[in-house]
Structure formats: structure tokens, C-alpha cells
């Protein structure tokens, strides 16, 4: 089955400065790629997915990029608020069998410092 | 009521207590999720609805019994649990798809402890 890998488990950043995520994952038939933004005391929060027919895909100042031979996608946040300190989670989505398979990975914990 | 609540937001119970998690999902869509998030792990999906018909994860013990009423709602029973249950217990809910997965909206959580 699809295993997914993520890296920093932490990773700490001054404000202003920009925070990379990188994911691996081994199923080559995923084909949809979100990430998860969760704050304390919260449920994780879609902030930006990519599908298999692109490579990049940015909104402000999120943006993700993925690389299907390597099969790895990587978030990428410019210019880091304190607000952006969170946990944020990869995923991959198998297709076939079970519907909604999503495979996340462990997690990141982003701390943006002032 | 907006997106996707779920009640209670925090449960204490005995291994020998039976209670409900419950999931309301105002979004119109016509799936719904249960995961299980624990601390150092991977949220882990625990069942799937979809258009009200259950697709089960064999690992999930039989102490977790699913609901799905109708579209719109989602409760997890919970019955002789075990301490290692304790854990924060999620609801999302998307579209329910073919071949192209959509995207899934997550509730608040459940912080449940077993004691």
C-alpha cells in the first residue's frame, strides 16, 4: 500500500524567512497531493492540493510543487507570519479500492519566530 | 452552523462505559470520515461513507462501531475501550467521488481519554 514520508518532524524559522516541507511517497498511481494546516486545539485545515497533471501550483504565499518520477512534492510558505507557526500534515491519495484513501504523512511542526 | 462540527469536543470515559461521538456536516456533501489521531503517528482513516454506503478498514476493532444516518451526519459508538484508545478522534466530510478524489474538510475533533 502507499506509504508516505515527510520531513523536518520540526522546523524552526525567524519571521520573514521561507519554510520548505518535503514529502516522498511510493504508490506511483496517487495522484492527488493536499496539505494540511493544523493549529492547536483544531482540525487540520486543507491550505493547498495539487493533482498529477501539474507540476506547481501557488496561492500568495503558499505554493507546492511536485515531481512524479521522483515522487516527491514539497510546500514551500514565503515570507513566514507567526500565524503560519502550526503542524502541518502531507497526504496522498491512493485510487481504486476504498474511496477517500487519503495517506498522511507524520507531520511537520512549523515555529515562525517573531 | 457552518462546515463540519462535531460533539463533544472532549470525552472521559471508563473501559466499561458505552458512548457516541457524533459529526454534522452543513457542506452538502455526501461523504463522510472517521480518523483517529494519535500523538507520533500518521492520522490513521478509520471508516468511509460514501453516499451512505460504509467502506470499512479491516484493522479498525470491533469496540468502534460506525453510523451513518444519512448524509449529513456521522456517529462513532465507542464500548469497552482500551487506554490505548485515547486519542483525538476527527470527522471530515467531501463529495463523494468516481475516480478523482475531492478534497475533505476536517471537524474540530474529538479529545477522548480512557480511563
Known amino acids: 500500500g502507499e506509504n508516505v514520508e515527510q520531513h523536518p518532524s520540526t522546523l524552526s524559522v525567524q519571521e520573514g524567512d521561507s519554510a520548505v516541507i518535503k514529502c516522498t511517497y511510493s504508490?506511483?498511481?496517487?495522484?492527488?497531493f493536499p496539505w494540511y494546516k493544523q493549529e492547536l486545539g483544531k482540525g487540520p485545515q486543507l491550505i493547498i492540493d495539487?493533482?498529477?497533471?501539474?507540476g506547481e501550483k501557488k496561492d500568495q504565499r503558499i505554493a507546492v510543487t511536485l515531481n512524479k518520477t521522483a515522487k516527491h512534492f514539497s510546500l514551500h510558505i514565503t515570507e513566514t507570519q507567526p500565524e503560519d507557526s502550526a503542524v502541518y500534515f502531507c497526504?496522498?491519495?491512493?485510487?481504486?479500492?476504498?474511496?477517500?484513501?487519503?495517506?498522511f504523512g507524520k507531520g511537520t511542526k512549523l515555529s515562525v519566530k517573531p | 452552523e457552518t462546515g463540519v462540527t462535531q460533539t463533544p469536543r472532549h470525552l472521559v470515559m471508563g473501559m466499561t462505559n458505552k458512548k457516541s461521538l457524533k459529526c454534522e456536516q452543513h457542506?452538502?456533501?455526501?461523504?463522510m470520515y472517521w480518523y483517529k489521531q494519535s500523538a507520533k503517528k500518521p492520522l490513521e482513516l478509520m471508516f468511509v461513507?460514501?453516499?451512505?454506503?460504509?467502506?470499512e478498514n479491516n484493522s479498525v476493532p470491533s469496540r468502534f462501531s460506525p453510523e451513518c444516518p444519512n448524509s449529513s451526519h456521522l456517529f462513532l459508538h465507542l464500548h469497552t475501550l482500551q487506554p490505548e484508545d485515547s486519542a483525538l478522534y476527527l470527522c471530515?466530510?467531501?463529495?463523494?467521488?468516481?475516480?478523482?478524489?475531492?478534497?475533505?474538510?476536517f471537524g474540530p475533533g474529538t479529545r477522548l481519554t480512557v480511563t
Open positions: 471530515a466530510s467531501s463529495q463523494a467521488f468516481s475516480r478523482v478524489p475531492y478534497e475533505q474538510y
Open positions: 504508490d506511483s498511481a496517487s495522484n492527488y
Open positions: 495539487i493533482r498529477s497533471n501539474v
Open positions: 497526504a496522498a491519495s491512493t485510487i481504486g479500492g476504498s474511496q477517500g484513501n487519503l495517506i
Open positions: 457542506l452538502g456533501h455526501n461523504a
Open positions: 461513507y460514501s453516499l451512505e454506503e460504509r467502506v
